[in-house]
């Protein structure tokens, strides 16, 4: 018995083909996208469970260390906190605390200190967090952002930042860098419990295989639908 015994007009034949030959790609791609990513969270583990290093000084950023296991020391110029908005945690809304780190030669490394719920912006609402004097802080180096397209301007005026503009934040507080690196410190605990670190997406979201699965199915869907339809009895037994 042939495998169909009707015969498919091209119109069919040409969509069918199309149809099957994207669902195909997509599904190659989510595949490539899964090992890309596997691949990427393995490298971003691999560096932040390496001995930290001081944070790199005059030196240009580089790509290969983003998410280095890092240090750093001086003191936090508290006056001078800049506000990354719009950013979650669990549901709730807030801000990352991004606070120029003083070193001994007056340069300044920027540090993201963690995450802070929006009604607790005015820093005298969590006195605790104003940390004085020499501290040693660890966490990942992270590299200097650009502007997104969906991204809004960033609001040096009115204290809100929305990606981390080294430079520019830099200017803003008047103090020279010491390094282009910034450092997104680890969750260790600080006094009143505010801001909370650990804030680098080191462990993405990977769900490609899913996504894989899903459009190879689809695919395999239309494959059986196509050999079924033109399968079925003709009532007239003339070919369609």
Not at 205 to 223: F, G, R, V
Request: glycine letters at 6%; aromatic letters at 8%.
């Amino acid at each position: 018995m042939p495998l169909l015994t009707t015969r498919p007009s091209p119109a069919i034949k040409i969509c069918a083909g199309l149809a099957l030959v994207i669902l195909l790609g997509l599904g190659s791609w989510q595949v490539d996208r899964l090992f890309w990513k596997q691949n990427l969270i393995a490298e971003r583990q691999e560096h932040a469970s390496e001995p930290p290093i001081a944070v790199p000084t005059d030196v240009a950023p580089d790509p290969a260390m983003a998410f280095r296991a890092a240090y750093a020391d001086g003191h936090f110029l508290n006056d001078q906190e800049m506000y990354l908005m719009a950013r979650t945690r669990r549901g709730n809304i807030g801000f990352h605390l991004i606070t120029p780190l003083e070193q001994e030669d007056g340069r300044i490394i920027l540090v993201n200190r963690g995450w802070v719920p929006q009604d607790y912006r005015d820093p005298s609402t969590r006195p605790d967090s104003l940390i004085e004097g020499n501290v040693r802080v660890t966490g990942v180096l992270r590299l200097p952002q650009t502007r997104h397209w969906v991204q809004p301007e960033n609001e040096p005026l009115e204290n809100q930042w929305f990606f981390v503009d080294v430079d520019a934040m830099a200017e803003d507080s008047g103090a020279d860098l010491a390094s282009r690196y910034y450092l997104e410190l680890d969750e260790t605990e600080i006094p009143g419990g505010l801001p909370i670190g650990g804030q680098a997406k080191i462990d993405l979201p990977n769900n490609h295989l899913q996504y894989a699965i899903t459009w190879y199915s689809l695919a395999l869907s239309l494959i059986v639908i196509f050999i079924l339809y033109h399968r079925r009895p003709q009532k007239d037994g003339t070919d369609s």
